[in-house]
């Protein structure tokens, strides 16, 4: 059980958790999960945090797709966004880096879905764990983390 199952349970949303063999050496964590859970890969999502001045933002987005920091920039309202150190992510969220889920962390962060996760009827996201995926509605995930849907991809 991890906080982000946790969340999803205590919530009462509807939610499947899919677990896998996860490859340390495996060079894109999300690529992986689409392929070991053999799902599109356009409804996997990753979790990235990134600095926006004094504050932590979270953006999910495609697994195959790359963040665009000047769009997430907009979309918060901020006159820059980089990526956040992993020790400060670590320790904000609660997870590990390749684990982070969107769901359960430590504080809730300002969170920015990427708009093409509207267009699908579940998105699997990090489950707080390598090796494991949440599959939610999209509607449900931006409804717990209070999220907003934005063009945040390329």
Do not use: W
């Not at 677990?19 to 964590?29: I, Q, W």
């Amino acid at each position: 059980m991890t906080p982000a199952i946790n969340m999803a349970k205590k919530n009462k949303i509807s939610f499947k958790v899919h677990e896998y063999e996860h490859d340390p050496a495996a060079e894109a964590y999300g690529k992986e999960a689409a392929e070991k859970l053999g799902v599109d890969p356009d409804t996997v999502f990753k979790t990235l945090v990134v600095s926006a001045g004094k504050d932590l933002v979270v953006a999910v987005v495609p697994v195959m797709k790359r963040l665009d920091l000047k769009l997430l920039a907009k979309a918060v309202g901020a006159k820059k966004v980089a990526m956040a150190e992993v020790k400060l992510v670590e320790k904000t969220t609660g997870y590990v880096v390749g684990g982070v889920s969107p769901l359960g962390q430590k504080k809730l962060l300002t969170t920015v879905i990427d708009s093409s996760a509207e267009g699908c009827e579940t998105v699997f996201v990090s489950a707080g764990r390598r090796g494991m995926d949440i599959e939610l509605a999209p509607q449900d995930l931006a409804r717990l983390v209070k999220a907003s849907f934005s063009p945040v991809s390329r």
